[in-house]
Antibody, heavy 124, light 107 residues
């Protein structure tokens, strides 16, 4: 069974770059049956999709963050990563990674397996 | 972008009640919708995918219906462990989008 685990600094200074990694276990990040996603949730607020990446490197980003976001994949480490530049206090949130799976009968289906999330605070 | 709305934004209910939450998309998304339950401090948990398919291991009191622009999540008999916030997610078109959530609490 796939498991995902986020890791990275819990505190980032304003104007700097937030960097997080999601480590995939129990399966291969090179599987053609998954996109890999980042989602965030500010304290007390709802969920916001950040972007997806396929093992080949194909990416899709939320237009609201696109100018600041880079998602990359490292198949040798079975990991994918998020970089968010020029952060402000508004980027303070719990960041989740998740799978976006392909189900043959239904095609691509809703985000399935989630990591536990990691809290990132933007503060000087 | 496709906008997702949910109603109600919150509700109070009793154990045993039937609860229905509605999610609407600003344009048709076929059945490319999932429902999630989130408890405080925890990651969201998928309950329903493809609008009406029950996630393995999720109790059968949860059900989903709808297609196009209007979708519902129904809890047939609310249990104590069901008090949580529920979100819908459309994945028909990028950017993917979540509804704003419905908080279900104890009456």
């Amino acid at each position: 069974q796939l498991q995902l685990q986020e890791s990275g600094p819990g505190l980032v200074k304003p104007s700097e770059t937030l960097s997080l990694t999601c480590t995939v276990s129990g399966g291969s990040i090179s599987s053609s049956n998954y996109y890999w996603a980042w989602i965030r949730q500010p304290p007390g607020k709802g969920l916001e999709w950040i972007g997806n990446i396929y093992y080949s490197g194909t990416t899709y980003y939320n237009p609201s963050l696109k100018s600041r976001v880079t998602i990359s994949v490292d198949t040798s480490k079975n990991q994918f990563s998020l970089k968010l530049s020029s952060v402000t206090a508004a980027d303070t949130a719990v960041y989740y990674c998740a799978t976006y799976p392909y189900s043959g009968r239904n095609g691509w289906v809703a985000l399935d397996i989630w990591g536990q999330g990691t809290m990132v605070t933007v503060s000087s | 972008d496709i906008q997702m709305t949910q109603s109600p934004s919150s509700l109070s209910a009793s154990v045993g009640d039937r609860v229905t939450i509605t999610c609407r998309a600003s344009r048709g998304i076929r059945n490319d919708l999932g429902w999630y339950q989130q408890k405080p401090g925890k990651a969201p948990k998928r309950l329903i995918y493809a609008a009406s398919s029950l996630q393995s291991g999720v109790p059968s009191r949860f059900s989903g219906s709808g297609s196009g622009t209007e979708f519902t999540l129904t809890i047939s008999s609310l249990q104590p462990e069901d008090f949580a916030t529920y979100y819908c997610l459309q994945h028909n078109t990028y950017p993917l989008g979540f509804g704003p959530g419905t908080k279900v609490d104890i009456k």
